[in-house]
């Protein structure tokens, strides 16, 4: 169980063009989804966290207009990330929680290698 | 600013047993450590969590100090599947979720 499904894995564009990426929970309601971002070798950083229904909060150095995420349902959360740039270019993961909260298991998708040519 | 640390690679032979450590110095009082594993190109998968004392699940155990400041994950007789980056999380303020900087754990046949 606990199932979390991310799509595409990978996508390759020219910059300038915006990406959305979905993150959806299969097999349970997500009331809190998280989005990640690694880079080679490193660890994850925390981008925002999204509540469903609410607006998402982001982080420190993350530019809300250029990362749009939208937890619309228990079940989906999608980031777009517009006029993408070589320098977006990175791994992207989300994860799931079915409570609030920080502290809970999280469980992540298998991420979205994105990149801008 | 607030800040965890595991060693950044480990190596050990199939059939041992590894510990790694994390140093969490700015844990809040009611938080949780976990910790994760990750496969290259994949998104991380749960292991363990816990609070204090130990914890043990049919894959690891948790070791957490009184003091809380650091954790130990312990993987039995690990097998050449274990070969992974294993991950540390604590929220500790002000910095919120914070994930350790990682270690590479390789396994020798």
């Known amino acids: 169980g606990a199932v979390v499904s991310q799509h595409p894995s990978w996508v390759i564009c020219k910059s300038g063009t915006s990406v959305k990426i979905e993150c959806r929970s299969l097999?349970?309601?997500?009331?809190?989804m998280f989005w990640y971002r690694q880079f080679p070798k490193q660890s994850l950083m925390l981008m925002a966290t999204s509540n469903e229904g609410s607006k998402a909060t982001y982080e420190q150095g993350v530019e809300k207009d250029k990362f749009l995420i939208n937890h619309a349902s228990l079940t989906l959360s999608t980031l777009t990330v517009t006029s993408a740039h070589p320098e977006d270019s990175s791994f992207y993961i989300c994860?799931?929680?079915?409570?609030?909260?920080?502290?809970?298991?999280?469980?992540f998708g298998d991420g979205t290698r994105l990149s801008i040519l | 600013l607030a800040k965890t640390t595991q060693p950044i690679s480990m190596d050990s032979y199939e059939g041992q047993e590894v510990n790694i450590t994390c140093s969490h110095n700015?844990?809040?009082?009611?938080?949780?450590i976990t910790w994760y594993q990750q496969f290259p190109s994949q998104g991380p998968r749960f292991i363990i969590q816990g609070y204090k004392t130990k914890v043990t699940n049919e894959v690891a155990s948790l070791f957490i100090p009184a003091d809380r400041k650091s954790s130990t994950l312990s993987l039995p007789r690990v097998s050449l599947s274990d070969t992974a980056v294993y991950y540390c999380l604590v929220e500790a303020p002000p910095d919120k979720l914070i994930f350790g900087t990682g270690t590479r754990l390789q396994v020798f046949p």
């Open positions: 097999d349970f309601q997500a009331t809190t």
């Open positions: 994860s799931a929680s079915w409570r609030e909260g920080f502290n809970q298991p999280q469980h």
């Open positions: 700015n844990i809040a009082t009611n938080d949780y």
